[in-house]
């Protein structure tokens, strides 16, 4: 009894916890073999300008595809690869993959100058190698950097030790975009907005939601007071704004009446493999 007393986790035996867990180690298991037997895939999800529709970038968003549990949501996978350390290679992955796609559209279509958007993990963006990684991603594709975006939250951005990352800069310096997710839901402290080297917010979906015009007045003008906020705040720091989660066009037409520069969303399209995205272009 002390024994299991001495090793908390076995101490009480819940059935389903130990089913969750016995699944989650699992797939932590197979994340690295997933990896190296080509398993993962990018979606991509139009970002479009709020004044004219047109589809100004594109938010890459990493999918599993598990030849027995079909297309696994990256909520169900990142969170472990960050713990094992595996986000690095996969990371890396991520952003050769984005910048190549992003390649072929610019060949195919030169005049669109569509950005591609890949989310950099804590863990990741916090390694002094990421600065090589990208330079690398970039060198070896072709892309030219200022159509590429990273995007941290806004805890990524603080590291462990507190204070901004060092590798933000030098990010910045290779010339391409620094974008702050889920903008809103961290601690936005406007000491370091100010001095880090960042081109656009983008606002947490849970703001957007909160615009519903179903008539209930004093939750959607609260949720649109602070959107509003936001936007001042960012445009004052004269960061671009793009609001994540867009679903109806009564939020779209508030958000543009706000001043908000450009939204996604399943109003604007879901996530889509890459070939939906260079119709989208063609057509
Ligand atoms: P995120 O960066 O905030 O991405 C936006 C999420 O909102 C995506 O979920 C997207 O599918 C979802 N979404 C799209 N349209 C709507 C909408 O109209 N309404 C609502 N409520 N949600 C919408 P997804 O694809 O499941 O990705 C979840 C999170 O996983 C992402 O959140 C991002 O933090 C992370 N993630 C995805 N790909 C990568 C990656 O390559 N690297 C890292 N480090 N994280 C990734
Ligand atoms: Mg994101
Ligand atoms: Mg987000
Ligand atoms: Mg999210």
């Known amino acids: 009894w002390a024994k299991a007393e001495g090793r908390g986790r076995w101490a009480v035996y819940d059935p389903e916890r130990s089913a969750a867990d016995i699944a989650r180690s699992a797939l932590a298991a197979n994340l ?21 529709g047109t589809m100004v970038a594109v938010e890459a968003l990493v999918r599993w595809q598990h030849p027995e549990l079909g297309l696994i949501g990256p909520d169900r996978f990142i969170g472990l690869a960050e713990e094992t350390g595996l986000i690095v290679r996969l990371g890396a992955w991520v952003l050769r993959q984005a910048c190549r796609d992003a390649e072929s559209w610019r060949r195919a279509y030169p005049e669109t100058s569509l950005v591609v958007s890949v989310n950099l993990a804590a863990r990741q963006a916090d390694d002094p190698a990421i600065v090589e990684t990208v330079a690398e991603a970039l060198q070896h594709t072709g892309l030219p950097a200022e159509l590429l975006q990273l995007e941290l939250t806004e805890s990524a951005v603080m590291g462990s030790a507190g204070e901004p990352l060092r590798t933000l800069h030098q990010l910045a310096d290779l010339g391409l975009r620094l974008a702050i997710d889920d903008f809103g839901t961290g601690y936005s402290n406007l000491a370091y907005l100010r001095r880090l080297p960042i081109h656009c917010v983008k606002l947490a979906g849970p703001f ?15 949720d649109e007071r602070i959107v509003d906020a936001l936007v001042r705040l960012a445009h004052a720091l004269e960061l671009s704004v793009t609001a994540e989660a867009v679903e109806t066009e009564v939020q779209a037409e508030r958000l543009r009446a706000l001043r908000c520069d450009t939204g996604q969303g399943r109003l604007f399209g879901a996530p889509m493999p890459a070939d939906g995205i260079r119709a989208r272009l063609g057509g």
């Open 32 to 52: 690295p073999a997933a990896l190296d037997r080509d398993e993962f895939v990018l979606h991509y999800q139009p970002i479009v300008s709020l004044l004219d």
């Open 208 to 222: 957007v939601e909160g615009i519903k015009g179903d008539g209930d007045a004093v939750a959607d003008h609260r």
